[in-house]
């Protein structure tokens, strides 16, 4: 069973930093490119950012290009999110999802929420 | 960078009917296109990718069409556990996906 547990989220002051973790498990993690996507409180959903299996390929939303960084430890089964600069509306709950053959999400965790505020 | 638009924000439909959602693509995207469920408090599920296929475990009454910028969900009979939120997602580039701002179907 494909199992994705997200860690990490809190509290953040505008402009401060969160790394969001996600713990793979249930399948060759190493063979599946990883995404995040988040969901601001009551509203839809916006994808955020995307790696490929091996980590030579990463792709952001404009919203948060130059912010944020992905990145994936193979070896650990293990999906990661840099937050940088926070912004108030950064504020969401957070999914980590598994990409099928690059393209469509097929699985999903349940979340982790940040929030900002001073 | 492809806009999706859902064209209904709110779907009323009583049990036992059937639900039509649309979807649409600001250009093409061929197939590649999802469908999600979301119930409150939950994170979404699959239900259909490649505009048509059905994912692993999701009901027959459950039904995908469309192609190049024009999409359907259909739910054939409505049942209790399908009032939820649904998303349609575009995926043309790899690893680069769009969502639409979702149809919220609810009880008449």
């Known amino acids: 069973e494909v199992q994705l547990l997200e860690s990490g989220g809190g509290l953040a002051q505008p402009g401060g930093s969160l790394r969001l973790s996600c713990a793979a498990s249930?399948?060759?993690?190493?063979?599946?490119?990883m995404t995040w996507i988040r969901q601001a409180p009551g509203k839809g959903l916006e994808w955020v950012s995307a790696i490929s299996s091996g980590s030579s390929n990463t792709y952001f939303a404009d919203s948060v290009k130059g912010r944020f960084t992905i990145s994936r430890d193979n070896s650990k089964n293990m999906l990661y999110l840099q937050i940088n600069s926070l912004r108030a509306e950064d504020a969401a709950v957070y999914y980590c999802?598994?990409?099928?053959?690059?393209?469509?999400?097929?699985?999903w965790g349940q979340g982790t929420l940040v929030a900002v505020s001073s | 960078e492809i806009v999706m638009t859902q064209s209904a924000a709110t779907l009323s439909v009583s049990p036992g009917e059937r639900a039509t959602l649309s979807c649409r693509a600001s250009?093409?995207?061929?197939?590649?296109l999802a469908w999600y469920q979301q119930k409150p408090g939950q994170a979404p599920r699959l239900l259909i990718y490649?505009?048509?296929t059905r994912a692993t475990g999701i009901p027959a009454r459950f039904s995908g069409s469309g192609s190049g910028t024009e999409f359907t969900l259909t739910i054939s009979s409505l049942q209790s556990e399908d009032f939820a939120v649904y998303y349609c997602?575009?995926?043309?580039?790899?690893?680069?996906?769009?969502f639409g701002p979702g149809t919220k179907v609810d009880i008449k």
């Open positions: 490649d505009a048509s």
């Open positions: 249930g399948f060759p993690f190493s063979s599946f490119a």
């Open positions: 999802a598994r990409v099928v053959l690059g393209y469509y999400v097929d699985s």
């Open positions: 997602q575009q995926y043309n580039d790899w690893l680069l996906f769009t």
């Open positions: 250009q093409s995207v061929s197939s590649n």
